[in-house]
């Protein structure tokens, strides 16, 4: 069995974020991490492979930097990873995004691909389904159980207060909670042989099914009015108090918005 784990490198949210003047993150001047339902997807594609002996092979699209998550993986237990970077690429929305890591995907065989729900630094939860449409292969989102029975899978999928049990026919696409397992740690061992292996990176030139139109900036139908690293409330002018007034200040706000 063929396993393709798409992963992404994401701000570390606890450093701070930094944004270009065209509202896009500045990736290259940030703390980064695996994101979390990734790395969870990583994990249950790593357990497959240690009960069915699959060949678990790992995709990123991003900056040159981006290798990291995907030695990373390697280290975790990953046979492969695969690097889809191009300045052409950047910026790229989730329409952009999953057009384009979807052409990767077709250089590859697969059985089975695994995304996360969604990332911290977008929340939109699109680009695995959008993925699995661009392949026209079948989609479950929010598993939190996945098991192999014959050329099929089992997922359980979240929903509300219970799960649905759906049973999918190969190749198909399953999008990961972060709450499906623990990830593993990486070994010793395994960080030492995830430097000193070759990293495949793919640009723009190797993504044949691909239209330039859908790619990038350029080509993302989302646009972006304003972006901001804080929140700020401007409702509330600020105020200079001596300290006993400023106590009853913020007690009668707290009153006055039912908080005490």
């Known amino acids: 069995m063929k396993i ?12 701070g974020v930094k944004f270009n003047p065209d509202g896009t993150l500045d990736r ?14 990583l994990e249950a594609a790593l357990r497959l492979k240690d009960e069915y002996g699959a060949e678990v092979t790992v995709v990123t699209m991003g900056l040159p930097k981006a290798d ?8 975790m237990g990953a046979d492969k990873g695969i690097l889809v970077t191009d300045r052409v690429l950047g910026g790229a929305d989730t329409w952009a995004t999953s057009s384009t890591i979807a052409a990767a995907i077709r250089n590859l065989e697969y059985d089975l691909i695994i995304t996360g729900r969604q990332a911290i630094d977008g929340d939109t939860a699109q680009v695995g389904p959008q993925i699995s449409e661009h392949l026209d292969i079948p989609v479950v989102s929010y598993a939190q159980d996945i098991k192999i029975d014959g050329d099929y899978v089992i997922v359980q999928r979240q929903f509300d207060d ?18 499906l397992n623990e990830p593993r740690y990486m070994t010793p061992g395994g960080i030492f042989d995830a430097y000193d292996a070759e990293i495949t990176v793919w640009g723009r030139n190797d993504l044949k099914d691909l239209d ?3 790619i990038g900036l350029a080509g993302s139908p989302t646009k972006i009015a304003k972006a901001s690293d804080k929140v700020r409330n401007a409702t509330n ?24």
């Open 212 to 214: 330039d139109a859908n």
């Open 4 to 15: 393709v784990v798409c992963i992404k490198q994401v701000p570390d949210t606890k450093g």
């Open 28 to 41: 290259g001047a940030m703390l980064a991490i695996m994101n979390p339902d990734d790395k969870a997807g």
């Open 68 to 75: 990291e998550v995907l030695r990373e993986a390697l280290a």
């Open 237 to 260: 002018p600020p105020v200079t108090l001596d300290a006993g007034e400023a106590v009853t200040y913020i007690m009668d706000k707290l009153t006055e918005r039912h908080i005490i």
């Open 162 to 179: 219970r799960y649905h049990v759906l049973k999918v026919k190969m190749p198909c696409l399953i999008t990961a909670l972060s709450e």
